[in-house]
């Protein structure tokens, strides 16, 4: 076990919604990254935090997003939640090693994401 | 632009036997790359890594070999187990001026490990 948690495991919901989901990063990790898995697919990079702030962003439009806590957890929020959004939603937490140059991601289970 | 692909989308194996799963990365700027195991129903597991001052490195029964001339990556297991079935990714890390940079994953390569 990576010590990522995530929350809820699954949810459902209608075209137009809003949703948030929620991470709890493994301990000392100071950076959380979020992703996007739909079915058949490697991971989509939607936005990276660290220490409280946007450390980065994917191809994603503005509706997609985010929060982290002085705790390190993190919110990803989606506003007018359209069909395709739906996939598995992951969180990956890390603590970038910036003189060796190495930032190891461990993920989280995942909240799969059902938009009808 | 910036993709990571794999050669082999599936790929059977007999219990014993050793695997290979390729990858090819297309920036080369990056610098960090990373093997991750997703089992069915669950978030992407570390496998191992590598750094881009490196071509080879190796862990417990598995070894990452990076090839950056032509821009290619390798994953050899040895031994296959049947708990070693699952997808895997490789993603390379890309790095935007001072950001940390984030993770660019290909689609995956399915692992079947036949008894």
């Known amino acids: 076990e990576t010590g990522v948690t995530q929350s809820p495991t699954h949810l459902i919901k209608t075209r137009g919604q809003q949703v948030t989901l929620r991470c709890s990063s493994q301990?000392?990790?100071?950076?959380v990254s979020w992703y996007q898995q739909a079915l058949g697919q490697g991971p989509q990079f939607i936005f990276q935090?660290?220490?409280?702030?946007?450390?980065g962003r994917g191809n994603f439009p503005p509706r997609f997003s985010g929060l982290q806590f002085p705790n390190y957890s993190s919110e990803l929020n989606v506003n007018a939640l359209e069909l395709d959004d739906s996939a598995l939603y992951l969180c990956?937490?890390?603590?970038?090693?910036?003189?060796?140059?190495?930032?190891?991601?461990?993920f989280g289970p995942g909240t799969r994401l059902t938009v009808l | 632009g910036e993709s990571v692909g794999l050669h082999l989308p599936t790929l059977s194996v007999q219990e014993g036997d050793n695997s290979i799963i390729n990858c090819a990365y297309s920036?080369?700027?990056?610098?960090?790359f990373i093997w991750y195991k997703q089992e069915s129903g669950k978030g992407p597991q570390f496998i191992i890594d590598?750094?881009?001052?490196?071509d080879k490195r190796q862990g417990q029964r598995v070894t990452v070999l990076l090839n950056k001339t032509v821009k290619h990556l390798s994953l050899q297991i040895a031994a296959t187990q049947p708990g070693d079935s699952a997808v895997y990714f490789c993603?390379?890390?890309?790095?935007?001026?001072?950001?940390?940079?984030?993770?660019?994953f290909g689609k995956g390569t399915k692992l079947s490990v036949k008894p």
């Open positions: 590598i750094r881009s001052n490196m």
């Open positions: 990956a937490s890390s603590q970038p090693n910036r003189v060796v140059g190495t930032d190891t991601q461990y």
């Open positions: 993603a390379e890390n890309i790095r935007y001026g001072g950001s940390q940079g984030n993770l660019i």
């Open positions: 301990s000392g990790h100071n950076t």
């Open positions: 920036n080369s700027a990056s610098d960090y």
């Open positions: 935090y660290y220490r409280e702030e946007e450390n």
